[in-house]
């Protein structure tokens, strides 16, 4: 398996010289250049496996690796009016392999759907107003692999109370997408190649509110309205009928999605944090959802903190959805993907934070380490493990 990797280490004396506080001038004004403010490195890991590939309709090998790095680095600059503009610069790009797409085409030893890279580049601008305690922000990102190109945009709004305690943020976002039609192969006009094109755009608005209760507790309210159209399925998924004929996944082409969240962060002391999140979901292709996750960091000395965590996520599965071999020509709609279905998981891990005072091994503006590792499993028997590293200059 190729590897990729972006090495913080080989960028370390790059990012030395040039990541650094923004520091105010004699005349007692923000400083007016433009500055690197805050630098992060993160790689990751990843492997599942399991024995519900959507692919093979529901059953075969959902092995699956995948590598992932990006880099993100905020440009901050200060204006003659006291305005601060934060520029946001990311690329990230990944390699994976998948033992399920492999099968889109039954009769090869390895296809060319084995394996893939995603490359994910994002722009974004934030320009805030201080002593008014308002911002307005806008992006714009891509994707692209071999079957997949998406485009997105966002636009953002908020508002903080007179007394600087409570913020309003709205947002908006939507991303349009062009899919590849590849096909599974018994599935293919003869001679073709199964590559038809097709759109899918999504359309999501957000609205939250956070607030500083006291000194000790935070909480914030996040209500989301997501509206997708186009071709919502996914083609080379197979679907495997009672009477043993094998279809391509038909979904409806429209989908509407309606999350609701709460956050809350609870200070015991100086070297406790309570972290709680609890989310309901609902959506008209008939999923209900809950998902409740709670993480304690705590500082063992000045520099070091270990953060447990853990996530338990329940779910009702779509009317569309049945096993292998079990739906019938009366169904409209129908799918064998697992991630559709009913099923209950659990993730839980720890991560490790480095921030010593005087930085990473003496070196001033390397000022945090993190690692972490995850473990999820899930009651559709499968399985998977993340490690990530973080690495951040300021």
Do not use: C
Request: proline content about 3%.
């Amino acid at each position: 398996m190729k590897r990729i990797f972006i090495s913080g280490f080989a960028l370390l004396a790059m990012f030395q010289l040039k990541a650094q506080n923004v520091a105010k001038d004699s005349t007692n004004y923000e400083s007016r250049k433009l500055k690197v403010e805050e630098v992060n490195l993160v790689s990751s890991y990843y492997t599942q496996d399991g024995d519900n590939s959507a692919v093979t309709g529901g059953i075969g090998s959902e092995h699956l690796t995948d590598i992932a790095n990006t880099i993100d680095v905020k440009l901050v600059k200060f204006g003659q009016t006291g305005i601060k503009h934060t520029f946001d610069i990311e690329a990230g790009i990944d390699h994976y392999t998948s033992a399920s797409s492999d099968m889109i085409d039954l009769s090869a030893n390895s296809s060319a759907s084995s394996s893939d890279i995603r490359f994910y580049p994002s722009l974004g601008y934030l320009r805030e107003n201080i002593e008014k305690g308002r911002s307005f922000g806008a992006g714009v990102s891509s994707s692209s692999e071999f079957d997949y190109q998406s485009f997105g945009a966002n636009l953002s709004f908020s508002q903080k109370t007179k007394d600087r305690n409570g913020e309003f943020t709205a947002k908006f976002q939507t991303f349009i997408d062009q899919l590849k039609l590849i096909e599974p192969i018994e599935l293919r006009t003869y001679g073709s190649e199964g590559y038809d094109t097709a759109n899918r755009n999504t359309f999501v608005g957000t609205l939250s509110y956070s607030q500083i209760i006291n000194k000790e507790l935070q909480i914030m309210l996040v209500a989301d309205v997501i509206s997708q159209n186009g071709y919502l399925s996914l083609p080379f998924h197979r679907v495997y009928f009672e009477d043993g004929s094998v279809h391509q996944e038909k979904m409806p082409d429209t989908r509407l999605k309606t999350p609701v969240g709460i956050r809350a962060s609870y200070f015991l002391g100086d070297n406790f944090i309570i972290r709680a999140y609890y989310r309901y979901y609902s959506d008209d292709w008939g999923i209900n959802s809950h998902t409740a996750d709670l993480e304690i960091p705590i500082k063992l000395t000045q520099a070091f903190s270990l953060s447990p965590f853990y996530r338990y996520y329940t779910q009702s599965g779509t009317k569309y959805f049945k096993p292998y071999g079990e739906h019938t020509s009366a169904d409209e709609f129908y799918t064998s993907n697992y991630d559709l279905s009913k099923f209950d998981s659990g993730f839980f891990g720890m991560g490790m934070k480095f921030t010593p005072p005087e930085g990473i091994f003496g070196v001033k503006h390397w000022n945090t380490l993190e690692l972490r590792y995850g473990h999820y499993t899930r009651t559709t028997n499968m399985v998977s493990d993340i490690v990530s590293l973080n690495i951040k200059f300021r």
